[in-house]
């Protein structure tokens, strides 16, 4: 099998940046994309599209919020679950998993919190310990498993251009950040760290102050692999050139290239 290309790109609106996100799959083509914020219901999946570019698809929408999907170059994903458990009565659509290329995927939106302190803030702590449960089993399976997606948590002060003025915001939180290390303490590698120790890499950059023109971004987009996985990363980077584009969601797509299987 050759390398396999993964990527994970928060849409920012599905049918606002179509476009920018077909050209994007054309252009790069990886072999399974996770998207975020599709702010569409299921109905409105423009499945057809993706299929004339040789994509099978798997989509968990909501009308006008959150939404994530998993798409599959030349193959079908084989959906596992939907949704996180334990909260059975919790109705945004935040996380997909799926049997994809040999690989389990969990495709996540994780909440963004705020305002902080506040009830937005006491979800995402809530939604946050349920992936960490969730994510015990899965980081223990002797099968290769990635999760990947929007975590809205910038671990560390290196991933993001200057923490001052965001020092209030719910990214930048002890308790956020507590929890995805907690996360990676299980055993996940977080790939662009792997890779890139102490260089700044971002795949956010808001709409304001000119962040994208001056450079002023946020590494929140994450690729977490298991142990089986992790053994067969060979590189990772970020699309930045799609944040350059007309109409260009705020998220650029981060991606990881692992070595065949054996």
Not at 86 to 93: I, K, L, P
Not at 171 to 179: I, K, T
Not at 180 to 199: F, K
């Amino acid at each position: 099998m050759k390398t396999l290309k993964i990527a994970t790109f928060n849409i920012n609106g599905l049918r606002a940046r179509l476009p920018n996100l077909l050209a994007w799959l054309e252009r790069e083509q990886p072999d399974i994309a996770c998207l975020q914020e599709l702010k569409a219901v299921d109905s409105a999946f423009p499945v057809a599209d993706f299929e004339a570019l040789g994509y099978g698809c798997l989509h968990h929408g909501q009308a006008s919020w959150n939404g994530v999907a998993i798409l599959a170059r030349d193959a079908q994903p084989l959906e596992v679950r939907r949704g996180l458990p334990g909260s059975e009565d919790d109705t945004q659509s935040r996380y997909l998993e799926a049997a994809v290329l040999g690989i389990q995927v969990g495709c996540l939106y994780l909440p963004n919190g705020n305002p902080q302190p506040g009830p937005k803030f006491d979800y995402k702590l809530a939604w946050f310990e349920r992936l960490i449960a969730h994510a015990q089993g899965l980081v223990n399976s002797e099968h290769p498993v990635l999760l990947a997606g929007d975590f809205n948590v910038v671990p560390t002060d290196l991933d993001i251009y200057n923490p001052r003025s965001w020092l209030k915001d719910a990214l930048l939180q002890p308790e956020s950040r507590e929890c995805y290390q907690r996360l990676l303490a299980q055993g996940w590698t977080d790939a662009i760290r792997h890779l890139y120790p102490d260089e700044r890499v971002y795949t956010f950059w808001d709409y304001f102050r000119q962040h994208w023109q001056k450079n002023s971004g946020l590494r929140i987009d994450h690729l977490l692999l298991n142990p089986p996985l992790a053994r067969r990363l060979k590189n990772a980077g970020v699309d930045a050139w799609v944040r350059n584009e007309a109409h260009a969601s705020d998220h650029a797509p981060t991606w990881i290239e692992l070595k065949a299987a054996r």
